[in-house]
């Protein structure tokens, strides 16, 4: 063995780093941008806990964004990655729904689910192909990540920082 790790026996080195090295060239960016959004958003919902959700007026930003999400996990369901992440939910959704631990604590089942939506929406990307449908993609994306650093500017402002 001379003290390697059994699973580094499994992996071939050069496909392992081709396929980090176009998802770092292809979408870092891209996720980093929606990190740093949805990172607020959680900053907002940890201190206001499920304010936005439950206006009617945020449902259809919210329905559009999980929408792209939905086709992302439809148009890359044979990934591995989504496999796992998904893998990963169903028993996160067992643990909570069916045993019903920590049902109540929203901090226990959704912040750390958060990386989940850059990953999804940057393999979407990266499955894109034409030019036009891209720019709209693109479009979108700067679209919801205006209206989440709107919308959570406004909530930190007027219900936390100055509160009646």
Known sequence: MSGEFVLTKFLDKEKLSTVFLKIVKSSIL????VSVVLSATLFVYYFYVRSVIHFLKH???LVLFYIL???SVLLNRKHTLV????SFLSVDIFVHFVLRYGLMEGQIYSGHWLFVFPVLLALLAN?????????????CLLLFAAYFFTQNT??????ILQPS
């Open 30 to 33: 891209f996720i980093l941008l």
């Open 127 to 139: 499955r894109i192909t034409d030019k036009k449908v891209k720019v709209l993609y693109y479009s």
């Open 154 to 159: 406004y909530t930190l402002y007027n219900q």
């Open 83 to 86: 496999k796992l992440l998904l």
């Open 59 to 61: 449902t259809c930003p």
């Open 69 to 71: 999400t939905g086709i």
